[in-house]
């Protein structure tokens, strides 16, 4: 026996077997889209904490050669005072110079 059919049925099989796969897309990309969110949401939060951490507690993340502590230094070697720069070869390896290219390999 044949089984053919028609180019209504034909027609309409394409039609529900699109659909399908409709739905099934629009539910992942819902499921996704909420992932992203949630994600974007993290990020803000981390980035809140991050930053109030930074602001409130001393030695959080201190670990920044900049322009202005060079010239703090600078000033306190002028006055006479003890001074933090050149640092020792054993402190050299804890710190970031944000000036420069080289990346160090904890900074991720």
Do not use: W
Request: charged share 30%; glycine share 6%.
């Amino acid at each position: 026996e044949l089984n053919l059919k028609t180019a209504e049925d034909v027609g309409l099989a394409i039609d529900r077997k699109f659909r399908h796969r409709m739905v099934v897309f629009r539910f992942f990309s819902g499921v996704i889209n909420k992932i992203f969110g949630l994600l974007f949401v993290l990020t803000i939060l981390a980035a809140n904490s991050y930053q109030r951490k930074y602001c409130t507690k001393f030695d959080f993340d201190n670990v920044y050669i900049t322009g202005y502590f060079r010239r703090i230094d600078a000033r306190r070697r002028h006055a006479g005072k003890r001074t933090l720069l050149p640092l020792k070869k054993a402190e050299e390896n804890e710190i970031i110079y944000p000036t420069r290219m080289k990346k160090k390999t904890d900074e991720g």
